[in-house]
């Protein structure tokens, strides 16, 4: 069945994480010190059975295809299977009308090719092991045309701000409205602005955003026909934990919770493996008066100071004398011999020596430090 799936990952609607994303889009941020945001939705296709899956990236062509490279870290059908970034030329001027919908559109000679009976739309921001085979299932079973996957949470404000709360018909699987979760309470069924879509619904949901504007977004426009009622949209409650990526708050919080292990195992579960691009470097070296808590390290970084509940990237060196708490440093960054940072989130290609204490205020407020600079 899932050779007639489409996969669309959709970069277009991401949130911005302050000076993280001021030279990336969201998805390609680094997480854990391995993986980029992005790896996650991709896996979540390999892993499903879905082997035909279109990029649509909004800005940072360049970011994109330089984490996916050929894209066959997820692919496992390499004959009929593909990964095809595809990317709006004619927005670069003009960024708001610049949306996923103009995107398919102006690229529609490269999509039209493909047969897939259903298509599967999903985000970035939102972290999780998600199986899209039952969605599909049941979307087939109910022969319903749109299929909107939410989750049901009791931290709607505090969590899943400004993100649109599902209301459904009292005795179906319907829903009746949708608005964002600033109007309820904090326990309420919030989507993940994730559908799986019968071609023909989706093909109808394009065209329809011609005449009902031209700002919109396909996750807008699915909104926009459940409160006018135009396409029956039936829901599918995801079981799973979600992390959800709104904010530099959420990334900062959600990386360093994920250091415990009853964490880890929501989101890293048996059988349903994250995949990332490989790296050729070398194992971490640690000196002999390294001191290493509760942290995870990558590959090719030489630790010879203090580094504590903490995300190393690949390549990061961290001098003698060095103390690194509640941190988390990107790749081939120097930290100076006897440099103290707590709360500190790092960009690539820095060098800390000359000032030699750095902290935010917490996980709430960190200290981001810009890509390339001295300090």
Request: with cysteine; glycine share 6%.
């Amino acid at each position: 069945m899932m050779k007639d799936v489409l996969g669309i990952c959709d970069l277009h609607n991401s949130p911005e994480l302050g000076r993280l994303t001021d030279k990336r889009p969201l998805g390609a941020v680094s997480f854990l010190g391995r993986y980029g945001l992005m790896d996650f939705t991709l896996s979540n296709f390999s892993n499903s059975g879905i082997d035909q899956v279109v990029i649509l990236v909004k800005n940072y062509l360049h970011a994109i295809s330089t984490h996916v490279q050929n894209g066959f870290a997820w692919n496992n059908n390499t004959k009929t299977g593909f990964q095809r970034l595809v990317y709006n030329e004619k927005a670069k001027r003009d960024q708001i009308f610049n949306t996923d919908i103009a995107n398919l559109i102006i690229n529609r000679g490269n999509l039209e090719t493909i047969e897939s009976e259903y298509i599967v739309v999903a985000p970035v921001h939102f972290l999780s092991a998600m199986d899209y085979r039952p969605i599909i299932e049941q979307h087939i079973k109910e022969k319903t045309r749109i299929t909107a996957v939410y989750v049901r949470t009791d931290k709607a404000k505090t969590e899943f701000e400004n993100c649109n709360v599902l209301k459904f018909n009292a005795k179906t699987n319907v829903v009746k409205t949708a608005s964002t979760s600033t109007s309820y309470s904090e326990s309420c069924d919030v989507s993940l602005d994730t559908f799986v879509f019968s071609k023909e619904a989706f093909i109808e949901l394009i065209l329809l955003s011609k005449s009902v504007s031209k700002l919109y977004s396909i996750a807008d426009m699915v909104y926009y026909c459940i409160n006018n009622k135009l396409i029956k949209v039936n829901g599918y409650r995801f079981e799973g934990a979600v992390f959800p990526m709104l904010s530099i708050e959420d990334y900062v919080r959600h990386s360093l919770d994920l250091l415990k292990i009853e964490n880890r195992e929501k989101l890293f579960i048996p059988d349903w493996p994250v995949y990332t691009t490989t790296h050729n470097t070398p194992p971490s070296f640690y000196g002999k008066d390294a001191v290493v808590k509760n942290s995870f390290i990558a590959n090719g970084s030489i630790i010879k100071g203090h580094v504590e509940n903490s995300i190393i990237s690949r390549d990061v060196v961290v001098e003698e004398g060095a103390y690194i708490k509640n941190c988390i440093i990107f790749s081939r960054t120097l930290i100076g011999e006897d440099v103290k940072l707590e709360y500190v989130v790092c960009d690539k290609n820095v060098k800390i020596n000359q000032v030699k204490k750095l902290s935010g205020s917490d996980v709430g407020d960190p200290l981001v430090i810009v890509q390339g600079v001295n300090v």
